[in-house]
């Protein structure tokens, strides 16, 4: 195939965070391909990127439905449809640009599509746009720095890595959790338990027009919270916590 297929991330929500060279691409593309929940559903990512984009004389506009669940039954399917759509497109040699919410290779859709590229789209080439991801844009919602020196930083998806979360939050500086809206009690408790609960704080649709940002993680313990939230965790000690303790510890061991 001699097409191209390139991943363009939108940014998390504020059309006026898309990158010059995302706007750019998507207007010199022969397609776009536009992901949804359902056919009921409108793109997220196209409700961010159409303003810029606007209207393109010719372009086509192929939407492409992924259903919200990890059912591999009802998922294939929709794959199955995917590529059937792609795949000519790229063999008549078009650029097709899919869109993805913040970054196309930070828990994106598009992972998926690249993985299989080399067997569904042989001899395409592929390239990837980069965005804002959520994993900056709710620090920079709340102005808290994510690292500093020696810090180290924890992303994971709250969904499944809430049975290793107090572990986590010993073990690094600052934690990210995405996807926290089916999970706030368990994440409160372990939050409680670590006795980090003050140093928490919510952010949903970080960027967008309804953005959310609450500092009492315990006003909300147990709601059923938005899915684009992210709970930010920062122990706030910004010379490196766990650098600062491997120094005394060695300081301690050396004769």
């Not at 929500?13 to 998507?26: C, N, Q």
């Not at 992901?35 to 559903?41: G, L, M, Q």
């Not at 294939?76 to 970054?103: C, H, Q």
């Not at 952010?203 to 919270?225: M, P, Q, T």
Request: aromatic share 6%.
């Amino acid at each position: 195939m001699s097409g191209v297929l390139v991943g363009v991330g939108v940014g998390p929500g504020a059309p006026d965070l898309m990158t010059l060279r995302a706007v750019r691409v998507l207007r010199e593309a022969d397609c776009i391909a536009i992901p949804r929940r359902s056919e009921f559903d409108e793109s997220l990512a196209w409700r961010i990127a159409k303003g810029n984009v606007g209207e393109v004389p010719g372009q086509e506009r192929l939407f492409l439905t992924f259903p919200m669940t990890k059912d591999p039954e009802r998922l294939k399917p929709a794959w199955a449809k995917a590529f059937a759509e792609l795949a000519p497109r790229l063999a008549a040699g078009k650029r097709v640009a899919f869109i993805s919410e913040g970054d196309p290779l930070v828990y994106s859709t598009f992972i998926y599509l690249l993985e299989a590229a080399p067997e569904h789209f042989p001899g395409a080439r592929v390239e990837v746009v980069p965005g804002v991801s959520s994993v900056t844009a709710v620090p920079a919602a709340v102005v808290q720095p994510i690292a500093d020196g020696q810090e180290r930083i924890a992303v994971l998806p709250a969904t499944y890595g809430v049975e290793d979360l107090a572990r986590v939050l010993r073990d690094f500086d600052t934690v990210l959790l995405m996807k926290v809206g089916s999970v706030m009690p368990q994440v409160v408790a372990a939050l409680e338990q670590e006795g980090l609960l003050d140093r928490a704080v919510y952010v949903s649709r970080a960027s967008a027009g309804a953005e959310r940002v609450v500092r009492d993680l315990r006003s909300i313990r147990n709601d059923k919270c938005d899915y684009f939230s992210m709970v930010m965790v920062a122990k706030k000690e910004r010379s490196g916590v766990l650098a600062g303790r491997a120094v005394a510890a060695l300081a301690e061991a050396t004769p």
